[in-house]
């Protein structure tokens, strides 16, 4: 069974520019997640959707952060424009189901913004 | 605001030690589970506990939970450098059913 996919690894842009990271769970899950992780902290939750609809974005920060997920499968978080404060690791996880169970996460992206 | 705080921020043992690392938590939980991160890496699961269950167990992994004292602890026994790597811990709490991740132990395993 193929893991969570995310692309690109790495990333690096200057303040105010935009980026977009995609995201594609594992086969068949149905509740995809979007956490940022700052250096030396751990995971926070974005936004979570169940199929192609959102459970929760209370901690997206609207005015900058965007995310979508057509079709119930793929997943794409866009950041415009970036602040400084947006360097971090973008972790991507996916569950079969939309309780809090096991969680299987993507490599991550890692952004710098300079 | 992050809902478990893991005990101690860093620790850094002998290959063959034992490894215990602490999470205390706010609230009510439905269940507490714990990650792995390896530099660089995503997060991998380790082991889940219910919250009417007091002790689990996989292979050298052993995980407690005392939910008088909000608070957990994952015992890595007989430890070898491949275990160094970011431990987390995550409860999920009421309704909402998210995983609320802590700040982290960073275990180093000398060989």
């Known amino acids: 069974e193929a893991g969570v996919a995310q692309s690109p690894r790495y990333k690096i842009i200057e303040k105010r520019q935009s980026v977009a990271f995609w995201c594609n769970p594992i086969s068949g899950h149905a509740t995809l997640y979007w956490y940022q992780q700052i250096l030396g902290q751990g995971p926070k939750l974005l936004i979570q959707?169940?199929?192609?609809?959102?459970?929760?974005d209370s901690q997206l920060p609207k005015d900058r952060f965007s995310a979508e997920r057509l079709k119930g499968v793929d997943s794409t978080l866009k950041i415009q424009p970036a602040k400084l404060e947006d360097s971090a690791v973008y972790l991507c996880a996916s569950s079969r189901g939309g309780g809090a169970e096991t969680q299987y996460f993507g490599p991550g992206t890692r952004l710098l913004v300079l | 605001s992050q809902q478990g705080e893991e005990d101690p921020q860093a620790l850094s043992i002998q290959e063959g030690e034992n490894a215990t690392m602490n999470c205390s938590y706010k609230?009510?939980?439905?269940?507490l589970q714990w990650y792995r991160q390896n530099s660089g890496r995503g997060l991998v699961h380790l082991i889940l506990i219910r919250s009417n269950e007091r002790e689990k167990h996989s292979g050298r992994l052993r995980v407690t939970l005392d939910t008088s004292k909000k608070s957990s602890s994952l015992l890595i026994t007989a430890s070898r450098a491949a275990d160094t790597a970011s431990y987390f811990c995550a409860t999920d709490a009421g309704s909402a059913r998210q995983l609320t991740f802590g700040s982290g132990t960073q275990l180093t395993v000398l060989p």
């Open positions: 609230t009510s939980i439905n269940n």
């Open positions: 959707f169940q199929n192609n609809g959102v459970v929760d």
